[in-house]
């Protein structure tokens, strides 16, 4: 099935059409660059492969460049906190560790049991 995408640059979320098809009442996204997620309230939905399908408050979801998805929350009473992160930032960081390839998500129990194993 064809779907509606965009490709959007660094430090936009709604952009100039990139690869373009039309479903009725969706809309998909592709970010250029990576780009994280922090969930603040509410449930939200992400379709991004092995973002997992609903997270809760306190969640980081990481979007690797070229994710495609369409995130949404639950509810009307959701609030987070995207950072885009730019293409030169990414590959600085990469010359110093490796990324998922998919989408990953992180909860406050994920990150604490990584910091103090």
Request: proline residues 6%; glycine residues 8%.
């Amino acid at each position: 099935m064809l779907v509606s995408a965009r490709l959007l640059p660094y430090g936009k979320f709604f952009g100039a059409p990139g690869i373009s098809r039309e479903v009725p009442g969706f809309s998909i996204a592709i970010h250029a660059d990576a780009s994280l997620v922090l969930l603040l309230e509410g449930t939200y939905i992400s379709s991004a492969a092995d973002a997992g399908s609903e997270s809760g408050p306190f969640t980081l979801i990481y979007n690797p460049p070229r994710t495609t998805h369409r995130d949404r929350f639950k509810s009307v009473d959701g609030t987070f906190l995207a950072l885009s992160v730019s293409r030169e930032a990414f590959r600085s960081a990469a010359d110093w560790t490796s990324f998922p390839r998919l989408a990953q998500t992180f909860t406050s129990r994920d990150v604490v049991s990584r910091l103090y194993g």
